[in-house]
Nanobody, 128 residues
Framework: HVQLVESGGGSVQAGGSLKLSCTAP????????MGWFRQAPGQGRERIAS????????YYTDSVKGRFTISRDNERSTVYLQMDSLEPEDTAMYYC??????????????????????WGQGTQVTVS
């Protein structure tokens, strides 16, 4: 069983910042697509950002471009999501994922089959 450990969620006022982290086992992290989804109450899961750990290439959905930054620390097998200029519309449960090839990762189509990805337990982000 692969466990993705997330942290960093919380409550913040609009305009504030939060940084999420997700640590994976090294064998899962290596040369893989690591990404973040979010799900607001009553809505479906939305892809936010991804990074291919083999080369650092990234993808962002339009609504977070310029505000969110995804990065990686290969030594710690950890990816981060720095979220700045947060808006109430960013309120959601945020999930880390692992899995999928590079092409899907950087084109924004990773985890198209959710069962083919590993998922974290989720961390709540609330913006008021």
């Amino acid at each position: 069983h692969v466990q993705l450990v997330e942290s960093g969620g919380g409550s913040v006022q609009a305009g504030g910042s939060l940084k999420l982290s997700c640590t994976a086992p090294a064998y899962t992290y290596s040369t893989n697509c690591m990404g973040w989804f979010r799900q607001a109450p009553g809505q479906g899961r939305e892809r936010i950002a991804s990074i291919y750990t083999g080369n650092g290439k990234t993808y962002y959905t339009d609504s977070v471009k310029g505000r969110f930054t995804i990065s990686r620390d290969n030594e710690r097998s950890t990816v981060y999501l720095q979220m700045d200029s947060l808006e109430p519309e960013d309120t959601a449960m945020y999930y880390c994922t692992a899995g999928y090839p590079e092409e899907d990762c950087i084109q924004g189509s990773w985890c198209s089959n959710p069962e083919s990805c590993y998922w974290g337990q989720g961390t709540q982000v609330t913006v008021s």
